[in-house]
């Protein structure tokens, strides 16, 4: 292709488009990370790309860095004040469309659901690091039970599992909750008042102390060393909720790491809240992440209703295959390609391209009218196995030719078995 047929128009920056092939690795990490949700009975939902900006500044917190500094935010032509934005993640949605619909209410908790989708967050774009991706997400609404949350984080190490990913660690802590969290922050901000740190970081220590913990700054981190941890804080039902989770998840033979530093970006967590980091992908580690959002309920206007949730970001899990080296076993996108030889011989194998198709064998035809060289060429590019020929000769026989496309050989099939034919090639 020459310079100058080349679109002037490329994708925004901080984002990427999935083609083909690339993109049918995204398909099916989707699929593995939602097939155990899928089995452990989450109903899919699906919200809209935005929402009132309100949710998310109540919802994830007006101290985060998501709320003051990454959200896209929409001017609307007409409709009043109301304030949209990008959803930057979707728990917040999640939880807001179960509480329109009520689903909390038809006596069933926890109410289960799982979500795919694109979310928007203007970061700094490096490698993993996008301002448009992608995450499959689950939602366990309306349940204080540690098993819930031992179940969420089994199906998502199960996930990585299916898709054959090794080199992924799970971090584990707890953040207590509106009984022992309060006491814990004022000592933490005691502590931290008394430190060196700029302007920024203070303004944090008073609206989000434990956030600064997670500062990757050394000139930070290296005050830090004996700072009150939440650990020694927390109250005696968050230590024996927290001690229940770790039997459960050991149970089940998943390793987990404490970490009492990590704080994770969103403002809703209380109690377990956990992340999957992988060795491969230099600074922008976390796979998945999610916790416990007991109080998130209200804080959007509605009633108690604990919860538990993650999301898993489905382009840094295909950036974790690549760096393990893990190639997934697609299905073929073409099984069979069919070139015609003439008009005549276009209008059947047409149809019986149809027929395939219909019988569930993936099949793609020579269009365009191409020559015999540059169609069988389209046939061994589309990576098909068979190619299925056809010119007048075997017309009138009534015969097609199906070739196999990795040994050569090539036999005459009758029109009317060219499915069980295929069928049968394929073994
Ligand atoms: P999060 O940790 O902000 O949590 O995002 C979850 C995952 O999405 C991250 O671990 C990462 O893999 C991916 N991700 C986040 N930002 C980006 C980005 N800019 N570019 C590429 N990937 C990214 C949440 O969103 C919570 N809603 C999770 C949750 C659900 N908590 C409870 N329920």
Partial sequence: MTKASVSTFKAPRGTYDLIPPVSAVYLAVREAISAPLRRAGYGYVETPGFEQVDLFSRGVGESTDI??????TLTQ?????????????????????AL?????????????????????????????????FSQVGAEAIGAEDPALDAELIILAVDAYKSLGLKNFRLLLNSLGDKECRPAYRAALQDFLRDLDL???????????????????????????????????HLCE????YHEQVRELLTAAGVAFEDDEKLVRGLDYYTRTTFEFVHGGLGSQSAVGGGGRYDGLSEMIGGPALPSVGWALG???????????GVELELPAATEVFAV????????VLF???TELRRAGVATDFAFGGKGLKNAMKSANRSGARFALVAGERDLAEGVVQLKDLESGEQKAVPFDTVVSEVRSAQG
């Fill in 340 to 347: 015609p030889l003439g008009d005549e011989a276009r209008r």
């Fill in 351 to 353: 149809g019986l391209v």
């Fill in 314 to 324: 489905v382009d840094r899990t295909v950036l974790a295959l690549e760096a393990e």
């Fill in 237 to 240: 039902a968050c230590k024996e």
């Fill in 77 to 97: 032509r007409s409709e009043g004040s109301e304030r949209l934005a990008l959803r930057p993640e979707g728990t917040a949605s999640v939880l807001r469309a």
């Fill in 198 to 232: 700029d302007d920024d970081t203070r303004r944090r220590v008073e609206i989000n102390p434990l956030r600064v913990l997670d500062d990757k700054r050394e000139a930070v981190q290296k005050q830090l060393t004996g700072a009150p941890m939440l650990r020694d």
């Fill in 100 to 132: 329109e619909a009520n689903l909390h209410k038809a006596g069933n908790l926890p109410v289960k659901l799982w979500y795919s989708g694109s979310y928007y967050r203007y970061e700094r774009p490096q490698k993993g690091r996008y301002r448009h």
């Fill in 67 to 72: 709320v003051t500094k990454e959200m896209y």
